[in-house]
């Protein structure tokens, strides 16, 4: 069964930065483009950020473009999200999920910030 | 940007009664390969979201018969056959077929 396990997530200033990341399992993880997804407090779903499965190949939502860069290491079988000058509005929850289209997603890790 | 847009916000159904969402796409989401990249999620409470249906009406493993998904161009739809407790939640449309990925604003399902 595919598992997906969010790490890095936590309280930090606004200008800030946090590196999240995204460990896989029980799939060919290099076949697979990989996403970053997240909910704010009660609202509903938004797409943050998608990596091909070489790593080359990148795209952001422009809410986060020039502030976020994902990454991902094959030989690890992570995908990264490094997260800088933080913003109060990037407070949510961020998914890592398989595939573009949202496959399998993991279970979330809550980013908060805050002053 | 494509702006997907759910009806109803919210659908109070009784239990083994139909129910329907609608998304609706604000330019056509065929793509220029032929396919269709609608897809459609779950989220019950307090879980992560999960994907019911991809392509419009293709269902991911694991999920029950009664989920059903149809619909072209700019106009799609969820239906479930008999709502059973276990799909209160919301549910989610999202397309994949532009940059930027967008989803709909949800459609909250519970129970009369």
């Known amino acids: 069964e595919v598992q997906l396990v969010e790490s890095g997530g936590g309280l930090v200033q606004p200008g800030g930065s946090l590196r999240l990341s995204c460990a896989a399992s029980e799939f060919t993880f290099s076949t697979f483009e990989m996403t970053w997804f997240r909910q704010a407090p009660g609202k509903g779903l938004e797409w943050v950020s998608t990596i091909g499965g070489s790593g080359g190949d990148t795209n952001y939502a422009d809410s986060v473009k020039g502030r976020f860069i994902i990454s991902r290491d094959n030989s690890k079988n992570t995908v990264e999200l490094q997260m800088n000058s933080l913003r109060a509005e990037d407070t949510a929850i961020y998914y890592c999920?398989?595939?573009?289209?949202?496959?399998?997603w993991g279970q979330g890790t809550l980013v908060t910030v805050s002053s | 940007d494509v702006v997907m847009t759910q009806s109803p916000l919210s659908l109070p159904v009784t239990l083994g009664q139909p129910a329907s969402i609608s998304c609706r796409s604000s330019?056509?989401?065929?793509?220029?390969?032929?396919?269709?990249?609608l897809h459609w999620f779950q989220q019950r409470p307090g879980q992560s979201p999960r994907r019911l249906l991809y392509?419009?009406?293709n269902r991911d493993s694991g999920v029950p018969d009664r989920f059903s998904g149809s619909g072209s161009g700019t106009d799609f739809t969820l239906k479930i056959s008999r709502v059973e407790a276990e799909d209160v939640g919301v549910y989610y449309c999202?397309?994949?077929?532009?940059?930027?990925?967008?989803f709909g604003g949800g459609t909250k399902v519970e129970i009369k």
């Open positions: 999920a398989k595939g573009q289209w949202g496959d399998c």
């Open positions: 330019q056509s989401l065929v793509y220029s390969d032929g396919n269709t990249y």
């Open positions: 999202m397309q994949s077929g532009h940059w930027p990925l967008t």
């Open positions: 392509k419009v009406s």
